[in-house]
Each structure stands twice: as structure tokens, then as C-alpha cells.
């Protein structure tokens, strides 16, 4: 039998809280109390005016990821428009050859000064290229000393900050006392590089790098001489850009004593932290950072309470990192639904005139759509009760979000009705694999037994979204993926060190699929934490006899290292926790399992993967179509289904939206207006990033990096490539 529950790796983590001094005072007894909660709309004197920041022309360029500080990823430029884009064909591809076979993929949008195309390799290279040719011009290795290997429910969390320019980088021009710089991230350093010839600038830290903490994944921004970026274990940074020195820090998890420390009751061992990016509003001097959750996911005991600043939108002062304000879209995150995505910077009509405010989209398909100088939402922002806890230990918040405006573009509660029925057989597998599921908005997942839900892969991801400033329109990505948790008891002591004869053996013979710390990576590999309080000896040895489903067969033992291996599984090789240990609620979760069909297709109804518009002046979900296929589906007469897809949207005065991310490894363009396809183009891997625009003299490319892999898992290969209108 094929497994059906797909494990999933790496990342993950979610979203949080809101403005908790607008509850105080309405804390829930046992009282009757308002089925809903709402934060009023921002009233018109809550409403900032745009002040005409950014210019239009000014995204003519492509000097920060994202295209510019606002995130947005728009293009004025036009040349490839709805009239021609059928024509559009591959200008050049660029394979460094080195990342083949590796892990990780590139997620970086690139940047484009003066004829040079700059971003990483997936073999953790930096490389300039002739954006009119993909030549290399230059290539620069940063040094792997930052590898600070750390695992996280068993895995290992280290790599992917360890890539340069993970999620972004920007060129600075330089000013009449500095020279221009290429500047990102790679392990717990900022790097800034001279952009003509690659090479560290001395003056910058030490030798051209400077101590990044909590580690880089995020693409910084400037503002005057500050380089503002946020670390991946948490917090948020300012540089001086010239020297290199920290000015100031920002704590996501706050100090005792600081502003919202008072949320939590006891402390998870990390979390709040920017993975996906954040924005910078120069005419102001506010950045805008966006927090994961709580972690440990799923499981919360160990961190109760509302939890700021996760799962938060923080508007920080860029001048001193002190915050402004933030707004929390989810408490008390146990589900896994960061705030994963750069939040952007729009300017929109509403209430009749034209407004700045910040966009950000989330995993659970909402639009967080706030005031960009007091934070406050424009559409009322409604919460209702949330189901109570079902685990010892654990408190849930009494509301959660059940947002009306803007309209949500994503699925939010898993039901009955969402099970798939591509195929009878689909379906029924489905059902009997949660037939003693928990299910339902906001459901807290379980002991021993399965909860499913949407949202770890999004709605959104770190792709986020895209913005057309003249428009007021949002294009955003997303999935539409089940995934099951259950919770098991987990009150193991620590395995002893040096390792017994018994985890020897464990960790030659069954670590590979459930992991050197016995956490195990979804259904295809169950964790083996809290075993003695689910079998005997006896039905674990009928089970190495016999293999089940994926678990083979144990290799042959002596009985002496049979009786060592179950020892060191039942926990009987160590002493027993101590009384102080056995305080704490001791749970785990069985990690992330994704819920597929008997054929390995998602177990839900399409779509699997979408691209959405928004129009944000009114809040309403203009259109949504399909992102992707699989080609065997529609071969066999069934609608197209889009599939998962991590890429993200990129929007140009042409009129089309550019997306690729798709597991048929296509880049297409939609129509702006409709979603209408108009071209689409082969990949040589799946699309990785999100594309960017720019122009080479009179010409106009659309560039992106095709690496496949990460946390889609597909095969990998090592591409940036670029298409462009034939030349006459
Ligand atoms: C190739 C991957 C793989 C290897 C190697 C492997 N297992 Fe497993 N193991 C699995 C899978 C998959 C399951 C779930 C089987 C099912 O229920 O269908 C499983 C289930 C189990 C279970 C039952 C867990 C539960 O909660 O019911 C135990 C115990 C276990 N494995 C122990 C081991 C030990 C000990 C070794 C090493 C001698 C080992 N496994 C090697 C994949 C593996």
C-alpha cells in the first residue's frame, strides 16, 4: 500500500496575536460571552493620505528584491504586453552546474543595475551576470563558518540561512563618503560586496561582513544610511550602511519587562521571526516586518498565551527599531500559520481618497490590510470565539480571526465536503484515512488522535504577493493542501550521552527515516517518541518480522542487540525524568503529514495551487484561476487542478502577471485584468522565485530562477533564465 500522507521537511512555522491592549479588560470568564469580537475599521482621521511615495516611475527598476522597498513587484515596463506575449521566448539560460543534486533551491528574486544581474547559486555562490547574455562576470563564494547546525523538530534548520541572499538582496548606490554595494545575508552575517568586482568591501564589519545573530534569510532594505533586516531565528536589525556597525535591535519575543512580555506565560524556546520578508516606506522612515509563529508548532503548552509579536505585521522606526505599532492576525499560533510573506506597501482609494497602507497576506488566505502610519485595519477586522483546548496543559486565546474584508482567497476550515472525489477509490481512501479525524475552524489538534486542517503550506507562502500601484490590484499564490497532526505523549527522558549500544544501533538502522532524534518527518516515517505508552515489545517485534507499508523489515540482530535496540526505544536504558522534568506537560506532535490520495495526489478538491487578484480598494476577490496541472489529469478529462506551487507573482504595465512555482514546471503569464493564460514556456526545473522585469537597452526581460527542489522536493538543478521578445 502506498502512503498517502506525504512527509514534509523543512520550514514551516506561523502566525499570532493583535493588538492585546484592545482586549484587556474583555478577558473570557465562564460568563456568557459575544460569539464575535470586532476591531472597528480605522476612522477617517485613522486614515493616512498618500503623500505620493513611491513614484510610479521609480519602479522602472529593479535595484531591491521584490522590486523595490515596497515589495511589490510591479514593472512600467511594457514592451512585452498582451498583444505580443505569445511571441516571448528564452533569451538566455545561465547553470552554474554546481547546485545539482542539492537540497536546497534558489528563492531569491534577483536584482538588475545597469546591465548586471545579480543573486545566488543553489551551491551558495553569489554571481554577477550580463542580464543581456547570462554570461558570468564575477563569483563570490561567502565563507561557511556561520554553520550553526540546530534541529528543530527534527530538522535541521541551519542551511537555509546559510544561503546568500535567501529571500533577497539590494544594491546601494553609494553617497559622496561610500561606495556602491551588493548587500544580503548568509549564515549569521550581512555581507557587502562592490558590485563591480565581487569582492568584499573591507570597511564594512570585519573584512566586509558584519554579525547578523539570529541568522539571515530575509532580504534588508535602506533607509538614508540604515540597512534594516530581520534575523531567521527572530528579532529585527538596523546597520550602519556604510560601516557596517549595528545601531540598533528589536526583540519579536520580548524581553521580560518590554512591551507584550506580559503574553506570554512561559516561554517556547523560539519563534516570532521574519522568514519571509518585510518592506520599507523611505518617504517615512518605517519598516514593516512580518513574524512567524510560536514554536514549537502544533504544541503550546510550553508557551501559553497570546504570544507577541508573533504571527504580527511590526512597524518599527527605521531611525531607532523602536516599534510603532503591530497588529496580530492569529494568537497563540499552534497551527502552524505564520504571517510567511513581505508585506506590501499599496496605496489604494478608500473611504474616496487615495490612502497608504500595508498589505499583507497570510497563510491562513487572509489579507491583513492596515493603515501604513497608525496600523489600523480598514475594513473592520472581526474575531469569533475559538474552540477550547484539548490537551493538558494547553490554553487556547478565546478568539481567533473570522475575517470578512478583504475576502479571503484561500480555503480556511477543512470539512467533510473538502475530501476529494478525483476517483471513487480517491475518495474512499481519503475518508477512511480520517474517518476519526478532527476537523473545524480553529480545531486544536489532539492526543493520539488526527486533526486536519489547512494552512502550513498557505494560502500564501513566502512568495507573498504582487501589487499594480496604478491599479490597486493584489496577485497572489497560494496553496490549498491538507495536512494531519496528532499529538502523542512524549515524557522520554533524554537519551544518554556517550549513546548506549541501543541507540547505536538505532541510528545505523532506522535514523534514516526516523530521524537521528527519533522525531521521525510525517506518516512516511512516524516519530517513535513516547513508544512505550503506545506498544509492548512483543508488537514491535512482530513488526521488524514483517515490515508494514514503508517500514521494512528490521536487518538481522543478535537477540543481545535486539534487547539493547528496544531498551533504547522504550526508554529503558536511562534513569526516568526527573520530578522538575515530569512538571512540564509533555507532549510532541507526529510532525507534519500531508493528506494525499491513494495515488499521491492531494486529498482535498482542486484547486491544489491558485493565483488570486485582489482589488484592494474594495476588498473583493476579482477573479482566481488555477495555477498548474497535472498533465496526466487533464489528459484523462478532468478540469485543471493547479498543483502546489512555491513561485510567486510578478505584474507589469504590459497588462500580465508572470508565475511560475508549478509542480509542471511552467512559467506562464496570465492577463492582468481576466487571469486569462496568454503563454506559457517549459522550465528546465520548477520554478523557484519569483521573476523579476527589467531592460537591457530598448529590450525588456523577464528573468527567474528554476531550480526545483526545497521544500517541494522535486528534482534540482542550478538555473536562472531569462525570455525576451525576439529580436528583428
Ligand atoms: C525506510 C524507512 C524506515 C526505516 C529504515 C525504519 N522504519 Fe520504522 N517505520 C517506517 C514507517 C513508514 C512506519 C509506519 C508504518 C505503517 O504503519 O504503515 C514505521 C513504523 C515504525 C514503528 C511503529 C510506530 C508506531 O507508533 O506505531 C516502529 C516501532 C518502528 N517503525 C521502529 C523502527 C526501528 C526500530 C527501525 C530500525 C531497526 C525502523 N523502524 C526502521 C519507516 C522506517
Known amino acids: 500500500m502506498r502512503y498517502s500522507i506525504r512527509s514534509w521537511q523543512v520550514f514551516g512555522w506561523a502566525i499570532g496575536i493583535l493588538g492585546f491592549w484592545v482586549f484587556a479588560g474583555r478577558a473570557v470568564g465562564d460568563e456568557a460571552v459575544d460569539p464575535y469580537m470586532t476591531i472597528p475599521a480605522a476612522k477617517p482621521e485613522e486614515l493616512t493620505s498618500t503623500n505620493g511615495w513611491p513614484s510610479i516611475e521609480s519602479y522602472g527598476k529593479w535595484t531591491r528584491s521584490l522590486g523595490g522597498p515596497t515589495?511589490?513587484?510591479?514593472?512600467?515596463?511594457?514592451?512585452?504586453?498582451?498583444?505580443?506575449?505569445?511571441?516571448?521566448?528564452?533569451?538566455?539560460?545561465?547553470?552554474?552546474?554546481?547546485?545539482?543534486?542539492?537540497?536546497?533551491?534558489?528563492?531569491?528574486?534577483?536584482?538588475?543595475?545597469?546591465?548586471?544581474?545579480?543573486?545566488?547559486?543553489?551551491?551558495?555562490?553569489m554571481v554577477a551576470l550580463n542580464a543581456a547574455t547570462g554570461t558570468e562576470l564575477w563569483r563570490y563564494h561567502p565563507q561557511k563558518d556561520s554553520y550553526d547546525a540546530r534541529f528543530v523538530q527534527g530538522t535541521l534548520m541551519a542551511n537555509l540561512r546559510d544561503m546568500p541572499a535567501r529571500r533577497g538582496l539590494l544594491f546601494w548606490p553609494g553617497d559622496a563618503d561610500a561606495s556602491a554595494r551588493l548587500i544580503f545575508g548568509a549564515g549569521n552575517w550581512v555581507y557587502a560586496l562592490d558590485p563591480k568586482s565581487g569582492r568584499p568591501i573591507a570597511s564594512f564589519g570585519q573584512a566586509g561582513r558584519t554579525a547578523l545573530p539570529m541568522g539571515a534569510t530575509v532580504g534588508g532594505a535602506v533607509w538614508k544610511h540604515i540597512y534594516v533586516t530581520a534575523g531567521y531565528q527572530g528579532d529585527a536589525f538596523g546597520y550602519d550602511v556604510i560601516s557596517g556597525k549595528m545601531?540598533?535591535?528589536?526583540?519579536?519575543?520580548?524581553?521580560?519587562?518590554?512591551?507584550?512580555?506580559?503574553?506570554?506565560?512561559?516561554?517556547?524556546?523560539?519563534?516570532?521571526?521574519?522568514?519571509?520578508?518585510?518592506?520599507?516606506?523611505?518617504?517615512?522612515?518605517?519598516?514593516?516586518?512580518?513574524?512567524?509563529?510560536?514554536?514549537?508548532?502544533?504544541?503550546?503548552?510550553?508557551?501559553?498565551?497570546?504570544?507577541?509579536?508573533?504571527?504580527?505585521?511590526?512597524?518599527?522606526?527605521?531611525?531607532?527599531?523602536?516599534?510603532?505599532?503591530?497588529?496580530?492576525?492569529?494568537?497563540?499560533?499552534?497551527?502552524?500559520?505564520?504571517?510567511?510573506?513581505?508585506?506590501?506597501?499599496?496605496?489604494?482609494?478608500h473611504d474616496g481618497r487615495k490612502?497608504?497602507?500595508?498589505?499583507?497576506?497570510?497563510?491562513?488566505?487572509?489579507?491583513?490590510?492596515?493603515?501604513?502610519?497608525?496600523?489600523?485595519?480598514?475594513?473592520?477586522?472581526?474575531?469569533?470565539?475559538?474552540?477550547?483546548?484539548?490537551?493538558?496543559?494547553?490554553?487556547?486565546?478565546?478568539?481567533?480571526?473570522?475575517?470578512?474584508?478583504?475576502?479571503?482567497?484561500?480555503?480556511?476550515?477543512f470539512t467533510p465536503d473538502d475530501i476529494t472525489n478525483r476517483t471513487p477509490a480517491a475518495h474512499a481512501f481519503v475518508v477512511n484515512l480520517l474517518k476519526n479525524a478532527n476537523m473545524g475552524w480553529f480545531a486544536p489538534v489532539q492526543l493520539n488522535r488526527p486533526t486536519v486542517f489547512y494552512g502550513p503550506y498557505g494560502g500564501a507562502n513566502w512568495p507573498g504577493a504582487s501589487f499594480d500601484p496604478r491599479t490597486g490590484r493584489l496577485y497572489v499564490t497560494e496553496n490549498e493542501m491538507g495536512v494531519v497532526i496528532t499529538a502523542i505523549v512524549d515524557d522520554d527522558p533524554p537519551p544518554l550521552v556517550p549513546m548506549t549500544a541501543g541507540e547505536k544501533i538505532y541510528q545505523q538502522d532506522c535514523a534514516s527515516c526516523h530521524r537521528s532524534d527519533r522525531r521521525g518527518g510525517g506518516a512516511e516515517s512516524p516519530s517513535l517518541h513516547g513508544l512505550r505508552h503506545r506498544l509492548t515489545d512483543a508488537q514491535i517485534m512482530a513488526l521488524w518480522k514483517t515490515g508494514r507499508g514503508l517500514m521494512p523489515p528490521a536487518p538481522p540482530m543478535t537477540e543481545e542487540q535486539r534487547k539493547e535496540l528496544l531498551d533504547f526505544l522504550m526508554a529503558r536504558d536511562r534513569p526516568p525524568l526527573t520530578p522538575e522534568q515530569k512538571k512540564l506537560p509533555r507532549f510532541t506532535s507526529k510532525g507534519w503529514g500531508w493528506l494525499y490520495d491513494n495515488e499521491g495526489y492531494p486529498g482535498v478538491k482542486p484547486p491544489w495551487g491558485a493565483l488570486n487578484c485582489l482589488d484592494l480598494n474594495t476588498g473583493k476577490l476579482l477573479w482566481k484561476v488555477v495555477l498548474g496541472e497535472y498533465d496526466v489529469l487533464t489528459k484523462a478529462g478532468i478540469p485543471k487542478t493547479g498543483t502546489e506551487n512555491f513561485g510567486g507573482a510578478t505584474v507589469t504595465?504590459?497588462?500580465?502577471?508572470?508565475?511560475?512555482?508549478?509542480?509542471?514546471?511552467?512559467?506562464?503569464?496570465?492577463?492582468?485584468?481576466?487571469?486569462?493564460?496568454?503563454?506559457?514556456?517549459?522550465l528546465p526545473w520548477r520554478g523557484s522565485g519569483p521573476p523579476s522585469v527589467y531592460a537591457v537597452g530598448d529590450r525588456e526581460y523577464v528573468v527567474l530562477a528554476a531550480t526545483g527542489g526545497g521544500t517541494l522536493n522535486d528534482p534540482t538543478g542550478d538555473a536562472w533564465v531569462a525570455f525576451a521578445l525576439p529580436q528583428r
Request: contains cysteine; aromatic residues 10%; glycine residues 10%.
Open 653 to 682: 504595465a504590459g497588462g500580465l502577471v508572470f508565475c511560475a512555482g508549478t509542480l509542471d514546471n511552467k512559467i506562464r503569464a496570465f492577463d492582468a485584468n481576466t487571469g486569462e493564460e496568454l503563454w506559457s514556456a517549459k
Open 247 to 349: 545601531l540598533w535591535r528589536f526583540h519579536t519575543i520580548p524581553d521580560p519587562g518590554e512591551f507584550g512580555s506580559e503574553t506570554w506565560e512561559n516561554r517556547g524556546d523560539f519563534g516570532a521571526n521574519c522568514w519571509g520578508g518585510m518592506a520599507l516606506d523611505e518617504s517615512r522612515g518605517i519598516a514593516y516586518i512580518s513574524t512567524g509563529s510560536p514554536k514549537p508548532n502544533f504544541i503550546g503548552p510550553t508557551h501559553l498565551g497570546d504570544n507577541l509579536f508573533g504571527n504580527c505585521v511590526i512597524a518599527l522606526d527605521a531611525a531607532t527599531g523602536k516599534r510603532l505599532w503591530h497588529f496580530q492576525e492569529i494568537r497563540h499560533d499552534v497551527w502552524d500559520l505564520d504571517i510567511p510573506a513581505p508585506p506590501n506597501l499599496v496605496t489604494i482609494m
Open 71 to 125: 515589495s511589490n513587484r510591479f514593472s512600467t515596463l511594457d514592451q512585452i504586453n498582451k498583444g505580443n506575449v505569445s511571441k516571448l521566448q528564452r533569451a538566455w539560460i545561465y547553470d552554474s552546474d554546481a547546485g545539482k543534486g542539492t537540497f536546497w533551491t534558489i528563492e531569491c528574486n534577483p536584482i538588475v543595475v545597469d546591465g548586471v544581474m545579480y543573486g545566488p547559486t543553489a551551491s551558495d555562490d
Open 355 to 413: 490612502v497608504d497602507a500595508v498589505a499583507q497576506v497570510t497563510k491562513f488566505g487572509n489579507t491583513l490590510l492596515l493603515d501604513r502610519v497608525t496600523g489600523k485595519p480598514l475594513f473592520p477586522f472581526r474575531f469569533r470565539r475559538a474552540p477550547a483546548s484539548r490537551l493538558k496543559g494547553e490554553k487556547m486565546p478565546a478568539y481567533q480571526p473570522d475575517v470578512q474584508m478583504p475576502e479571503p482567497f484561500a480555503r480556511q476550515v
